[in-house]
């Protein structure tokens, strides 16, 4: 039988979308490196708790990826290939919503189901969730035409195979250059797109907020805490990397893992002024 949405919402501060807990302003967290590490240990926790929500959004995820992999190379558009990988980070905290519900159930020991997850989903994409999406995926097309203006910069419209892009890229002064400037480009769009979106997505799960206040937020927990959100960042970049290098089989694992943990950041970093 499918799960009634209605039976699992609670007027507390804990409750999901739909009884999300009005607030004008919010306080700001000080973070240590130890509660990164720990809010880290505790999407372990939550992947290990509910480890099957977790292997099957993660395996969606590295499905598109391969997908969208295949399409690039089917229509011979290898230079694109990496861009995308790296630009994987920038729609991270909004794929990972469906990690905030499951953390959301644990962290309320709220019974999970398939149901309950999908009523949380439903419930969560409201209009300012939309919005947010959008200012997401805007940048990550931003940085896809960015990339591709680089390459074609740099090498012409020249037709090449992905072996022989990957030789020019690293054996030639011309693809080493190419190949610091993008990543630097690429650098510095995922380090805004971090400082807006690393508290914002389950800021606007869980919060009756505007889009605007859940990025105002984000950027403030970043200002108030650089240390600690340098060494998230390039955290969430190297294992994001190695799972990329894995083929994506990395993302079964390191999506959840990670997903879970930025809940747990939120909820640490951001709390309603009363």
């Known amino acids: 039988m499918a799960d009634d949405p209605q039976k699992w919402s609670v007027p507390d501060e804990m409750a999901p979308s739909a009884e999300k807990p009005p607030a004008k302003s ?30 099957v959004f993660g395996g969606i995820y590295g499905l598109g990826g391969w997908l969208l992999l295949a399409l690039l190379l089917l229509l011979n558009l290898p230079y694109l290939a990496y861009p995308l990988a790296a630009g994987f980070a920038i729609i991270a905290p909004f ?11 644990l962290e309320r020991d709220a019974e999970l189901s398939w149901g309950r997850i999908a009523a949380s989903l439903r419930q969560a994409a409201n209009q300012e969730m939309t919005w947010m999406a959008l200012v997401t995926f805007f940048t ?22 992905f072996g022989e892009l990957i030789n020019e890229i690293l054996t030639t002064p011309k693809g080493i250059l190419f190949l610091l400037i993008g990543n630097g480009a690429g650098a510095v769009i995922a380090l805004a797109v971090f400082s807006f ?16 206040t859940a990025m105002i937020t984000s950027v403030r927990v970043v200002r108030k805490n650089p240390r600690c959100m340098v060494f998230w960042a390039a955290l969430i970049a190297c294992m994001v990397g190695l ?14 893992v990670l997903g879970h943990a930025s809940w747990h950041l939120y909820r640490r970093a951001v709390r309603a002024k009363t």
């Not at 097309?141 to 419209?157: E, K, S, T, V």
């Open 197 to 212: 979106s690393v508290t914002s997505f389950p800021m606007l799960y869980h919060r009756n907020v505007d889009f605007i």
């Open 95 to 105: 794929i990972a919503c469906a990690f905030y519900c499951v953390s959301d159930c």
């Open 243 to 256: 799972s990329l290098l894995s083929g994506f089989f990395g993302l079964f694992l390191v999506l959840p």
């Open 26 to 55: 919010f306080d700001v967290a000080d973070l240590e490196i130890t509660d990164v590490l720990e809010v880290l240990s505790k999407g372990l926790r939550d992947f290990r708790r509910a480890p099957l929500y977790g292997l």
């Open 140 to 161: 990550l097309f931003i940085w896809m035409d960015i990339a591709a203006f680089l390459f074609f910069g740099f090498f012409g419209l020249t037709s090449m195979t």
